[in-house]
């Protein structure tokens, strides 16, 4: 069965031959590649009772590995059981427009940071107010930034509890099982917070042009912030689970999730990788898509996260309103 290891060594000097990489990337590139294999080390194992003996190549450990996520993933199954509460729970995902996406990948970490604080914010904000649900709630954020078909698509997948910590009464008020907050009012919200946030960004000089290398103009700025106003932030509710033990199960999938896991991985044929996905604008059908060796690698690494920045965010009945760095939180 052909994986992402195979793929990488059979068209990573075509692909560096073409494409430019950032050290991040590069590292993620080698980390995979080498990964479980003699040039990592390892370890022999002998049985005492019947003399059999192994030896065992060390894993990479990288978090983009999809060899190296089962361990962690089911750590972070056993920490996050004593964060849960016996109560029905809501799947949000909150959505920039893909008009932003090329400012995003050239400045991943302060807009990555942005979309999670603003959708954090928002889900906040709004179930305090009494006309929603009037209390405090905690929350679980994942950033992911890939589609079915390893295109560029920021997003952030939300489980929040359905009832929170009343701010009158201080006694745990529930919602509906079967509504939340209108995904309307979401995204207007979401939207407001977000270009708040991009115009503090700007303002500070944060925000960098990929094609130059500065900060983007005043006369950029001002039309992106029109287009903007005018654009849906497209904010979708999930169904919602009924117990603690699907949450988990479910959280499961999208805590240590790559860009691309080996089961989808068809073959190489040609001088190019065979994968399925799912075109979820046809009804989710499993379909099947091809690309070049060098292609499939270039739309992978796009995925890299920046050293040392958590996807995903662990935010537990904070007083917090509007700056979720206050936020008691945990990062992978």
Not at 214 to 238: E, G, W
């Amino acid at each position: 069965m052909v994986n992402l290891q195979d793929i990488f060594n059979a068209f990573t000097d075509d692909y560096i031959k073409k494409h430019k990489s950032s050290l991040q990337q590069f590292k993620v590139l080698n980390s995979i590649s080498n990964c479980r294999t003699s040039k990592l080390g390892g370890h022999a194992n002998s049985c005492d009772n019947c003399g059999n003996f192994s030896i065992a190549y060390n894993s990479c450990r990288d978090r983009h590995c999809p060899m190296c996520q089962s361990i962690k993933r089911e750590k972070w199954r056993v920490d996050r059981n004593s964060d849960l509460l016996n109560t029905h729970y809501f799947h949000i995902v909150f959505t920039v427009p893909d008009t932003l996406n090329a400012l995003f990948y050239h400045n991943q970490s302060i807009l990555y940071s942005l979309l999670m604080k603003s959708a954090a914010n928002t889900l906040l904000q709004l179930c305090r107010e009494d006309e929603h649900l009037g209390a405090q709630i905690g929350l679980t954020g994942i950033l992911h930034t890939w589609g079915q078909t390893l295109s560029y698509h920021p997003h952030v997948h939300f489980i929040v509890p359905g009832g929170g910590l009343c701010l009158k009464t201080n006694k745990f008020k529930t919602t509906s099982k079967k509504f939340f907050i209108h995904v309307n009012v979401m995204s207007g919200r979401f939207r407001k917070l977000f270009i708040k946030g991009f115009e503090a960004l700007y303002s500070a000089n944060q925000i960098i042009d990929g094609n130059t290398g500065k900060p983007i103009s005043q006369a950029y700025f001002n039309r992106l912030k029109i287009s903007l106003s005018k654009k849906n932030f497209v904010v979708f509710a999930k169904d919602n689970f009924d117990s603690p033990t699907h949450v988990i199960k479910y959280l499961c999938q999208y805590t240590h999730r790559v860009a691309i896991s080996n089961h989808r991985i068809l073959g190489i044929t040609g001088g190019k990788v065979t994968f399925k996905y799912k075109d979820y604008k046809d009804k989710g059908k499993i379909k099947t898509m091809s690309l070049k060796g060098d292609e499939f690698i270039r739309r992978f690494l796009m995925h890299v996260l920046p050293n040392r920045f958590g996807k995903s965010d662990i935010m537990v009945f904070s007083l917090a309103e509007t700056d979720p760095r206050s936020l008691h939180s945990a990062s992978e």
